[in-house]
């Protein structure tokens, strides 16, 4: 594409349209298109974190400009699609067709397209992990309490302070002072995201989160504390092991691609948080 006529840059930081929802992407070239399927400026793009596979010629009516008030946008568009996943989830599985002036054709290549949008979208989740990036020194402190537990056989004291329940809450508390959602995602879908990782240390921490000699520890805690959850219990070196199975979990839940890639953006967020607040989070 010329560059007088183009609207975006090779290498720019954009966000693009896939589906419903904006991600953020990199325009690798553009071009103006004159071919029966696609006329006019188009971009090929590269979604961050995906694979190359996913790289695409996209229209540049799904292209959008790195800005505050678009990346307002994509929040509100997360929100929209967490709120509403159950009944997307429903009503995804019958494609429809839409009527209108351009006739009844249309409506069916509209169907067959979405269809094929959908298939995609499933295969792609089938073969392809969420990856949790865990930053360098949260790999230390992992290495260290590995370590800790299997070659020195130094269990942690319990309950930790603080506890995992405590961990997050301070994290929810940090998250809208900073204002880090750009101030279109609610409160109320952030604590959504929060109990959810809660329930999931929860139902692991007996059977994915703990090393062999840890335990006997757990039985004895559990049955000393009956109606106190794990999460009110254990700290942040057992919440750190819970980020480690984060994905295969993710992926053995069958959660759709669009809400795989969110609560992606959440964990990394967390892992973030752990990170800056490691000295007083993790046991000396």
């Not at 007088?4 to 954009?14: G, H, I, P, Q």
């Amino acid at each position: 594409m010329p560059r007088e006529a183009s609207t975006f840059s090779d290498d720019e930081r954009v966000l693009c349209y896939h589906g419903p929802m904006l991600y953020e992407a990199k325009v690798l070239k553009g071009a103006n298109m004159d071919e029966e399927e696609m006329q006019g400026p188009h971009y090929f793009v590269h979604y961050k974190g995906w694979k190359q596979t996913w790289d695409e010629w996209v229209p540049e009516d799904r292209v959008l400009k790195w800005t505050e008030t678009n990346l307002q946008k994509q929040a509100q568009l997360k929100e929209a699609h967490y709120r509403k996943k159950p009944a997307r989830s429903a009503a995804s599985s019958t494609p429809t067709t839409e009527k209108g002036h351009d006739g009844e054709s249309r409506g069916r290549k509209r169907a067959r397209d979405s269809s094929l949008d959908k298939a995609k979208e499933e295969e792609a989740m089938s073969k392809t992990d969420i990856k949790i990036d865990i930053p360098e020194q949260l790999k230390g402190l992992l290495v260290d309490d590995w370590e800790n537990v299997t070659k020195t056989q130094k269990l942690l004291s319990l309950p930790r302070k603080p506890t995992v329940s405590e961990i997050l809450d301070d994290y929810i508390d940090r998250s809208m002072k900073a204002n880090k959602r750009h101030g279109s995602e609610s409160e109320e879908v952030l604590n959504e995201v929060v109990r959810g990782i809660k329930v999931y240390f929860d139902k692991t921490i007996g059977n994915m989160l703990l090393y062999r000699l840890e335990r006997k520890q757990f039985a004895k805690t559990v049955e000393a504390h009956p109606e106190t959850s794990p999460s009110d219990i254990y700290g942040a070196e057992h919440l750190l092991r819970l980020f480690v199975q984060f994905p295969r979990l993710i992926t053995a839940s069958n959660v759709d691609p669009d809400s795989a890639l969110i609560l992606k953006d959440y964990l990394q967020d967390v892992l973030i948080f752990l990170q800056q607040e490691q000295s007083r989070l993790f046991d000396a």
